[in-house]
């Protein structure tokens, strides 16, 4: 089972901007519109931010959105909070065959 | 708010069967709105989707696990379960039970989390 692949680190001030790609395959990202992304801080539970490539739970900041582009995925946290520091997942619907898919994970450091 | 918690050792030898339940409060299980998942992360990997139940017993597996894996669903303790078989070092993960909301007959994202049990496999 191949999993999506996303950069194994991203920083920023606070205040900036920062984007996590999440690149699949013609298999998974590029053909579902299955996309989400979740946010875990060590110890607790992961937390969904993103679902439906751009859809946001209620209760989840304005300040993290999502989008694709063919077999990318992206989740742009803007106006970066030093409790933004996590790691962040993606994960994609793939098929009947494969099922789910998880990104490798980005940890995001807050400098 | 639904809260899902796992439980169950964290410890287990190699070849014996790994066991967790997920014991759900703030939802129903029987509510049939949910399919309940397991979801692993292996250190220094991602995350792995293991399997899923539905509260009518239907339940669907990652391939790479099925031949391993089976899960059940109690509806009258509004808990689901993980058996995993012959288990090695490469099982050792913390495994979290996932509550996955559906779309068309799959889930569309997992949308509440446990806070994970590290189980760790060694003689």
């Known amino acids: 089972q191949s999993a999506l692949t996303q950069p194994a680190s991203v920083s920023g001030s606070p205040g900036q901007s920062i984007t996590i790609s999440c690149i699949g395959t013609?298999?998974?990202?590029?053909?579902?519109?299955?996309v989400s992304w979740y946010q875990h801080h060590p110890g607790m539970a992961p937390k969904l931010l993103i679902f439906?490539?751009?859809k946001r739970p209620s209760g989840v900041s304005n300040r993290f959105s999502g989008s694709k582009s063919g077999n990318t995925a992206s989740l742009t946290i803007s106006g970066l909070q030093a409790e933004d520091e996590a790691e962040y997942y993606c994960?994609?619907?793939?098929?009947?065959?494969?099922?789910?898919?998880f990104g490798t994970g980005t940890k995001v450091t807050v400098l | 708010q639904v809260q899902l918690q796992e439980s169950g050792p964290g410890l287990v030898k190699p070849s014996q069967t790994l066991s967790l339940i997920c014991s759900v409060s703030?939802?129903?299980?029987?509510?049939?709105?949910?399919?309940w998942s397991w979801i692993r992360q292996i250190p220094g990997k991602g995350l792995e989707w293991i399997g899923y139940?539905?509260?009518?017993?239907?339940?669907l597996f990652n391939p790479s696990l099925r031949s391993r894996v089976t899960t059940s669903v109690d509806t009258s303790k509004n808990q689901f379960s993980l058996r995993l078989t012959s288990v090695t070092a490469a099982d050792t993960a913390v495994y979290y039970c996932?509550?996955?909301?559906?779309?068309?007959?799959?889930?569309?994202?997992?949308?509440?989390w446990g806070q994970g049990t590290q189980v760790t496999v060694s003689s």
């Open positions: 994960c994609s619907y793939a098929g009947s065959d494969m099922f789910y898919v």
């Open positions: 013609s298999s998974d990202v590029a053909i579902y519109d299955l």
């Open positions: 703030g939802d129903s299980i029987s509510s049939g709105d949910y399919y």
């Open positions: 996932v509550r996955g909301t559906p779309i068309v007959a799959t889930i569309a994202y997992f949308d509440s």
């Open positions: 439906q490539v751009s």
């Open positions: 139940s539905y509260f009518s017993g239907g339940s």
